[in-house]
């Protein structure tokens, strides 16, 4: 019944260090999507699952950055080796996936610090 | 990248007045969305209009496409201080559920 959820909401880490954010879509949304806004910015679309399989990951920077969604549910967005450039709002969203122009729902999002 | 630029970056309206955002895009689209972002909440759906359409209302909010000039205006009329609000229009240009393409923004604020 509950909106997309993003954990955590916050998290501060060291420069080189890895980490994963988690998103929990609305139950049902065959359709998920990462996002990133920086500050003063709009959101930058980084990767989008239509069931388990990645069907366009063309905004993921670098190879640094994965996501995986193994049971078309749940999804983690994985950094390696962070940098400061990479502090950012990263916004999870899902979708029915039904067909274009379907609306998606956003998830507060996770706010990711690299010292 | 960005897809959208809107205009202006940012707005002050009294309280009852109209507000109009504007949004200026690159390629073509297959439909294009605004979203309203408050301050530290995550971003909300507003409405949808398609390629093949030149207007669309939903409440307060009246939205128009031209596609021969690759832009978009939001009209909010008789504005309220809840609509102090970062507004985002979002474009697709693929024929799937794919991933959006947002603008800068206009930062809104509506002065009591």
């Known amino acids: 019944g509950a909106g997309v959820s993003q954990t955590p909401s916050n998290k501060v880490t060291e420069k080189g260090k890895y980490v994963e954010l988690r998103c929990d879509p609305i139950s049902g949304h065959t359709a998920l999507y990462w996002y990133r806004q920086s500050l003063g910015q709009g959101p930058e679309f980084l990767i989008y699952?239509?069931?388990?399989?990645?069907?366009?990951d063309s905004g993921l920077p670098n190879d640094r950055f994965f996501a995986v969604r193994p049971e078309g549910s749940v999804s983690t967005l994985k950094i390696q080796r962070t940098e400061r450039g990479d502090s950012a709002v990263y916004l999870c969203a899902s979708s029915l996936g039904v067909g274009s122009g379907t609306e998606q729902f956003f998830g507060p999002g996770t706010r990711l610090t690299v010292l | 990248s960005q897809q959208g630029e809107e205009d202006p970056q940012a707005l002050s309206i009294q309280e009852g007045e109209n507000a109009t955002m504007n949004c200026s895009y690159k390629?073509?689209?297959?439909?294009l969305q605004w979203y309203r972002q408050n301050s530290g909440r995550g971003l909300v759906h507003l409405i949808l209009?398609?390629?093949?359409?030149r207007e669309k209302h939903s409440g307060r909010l009246r939205v128009t496409l031209d596609t021969s000039k690759k832009s978009s205006s939001l009209l909010i009329t008789a504005s309220r201080a809840a609509d102090t609000a970062s507004y985002f229009c979002?474009?697709?240009?693929?024929?799937?559920?794919?991933?959006?393409?947002f603008g800068k923004g206009t930062h809104l604020i509506i002065q009591p």
């Open positions: 979002a474009t697709t240009s693929g024929g799937g559920a794919d991933g959006l393409t």
């Open positions: 390629t073509s689209i297959n439909n």
């Open positions: 699952f239509q069931g388990t399989g990645a069907a366009d």
């Open positions: 209009i398609r390629s093949n359409e």
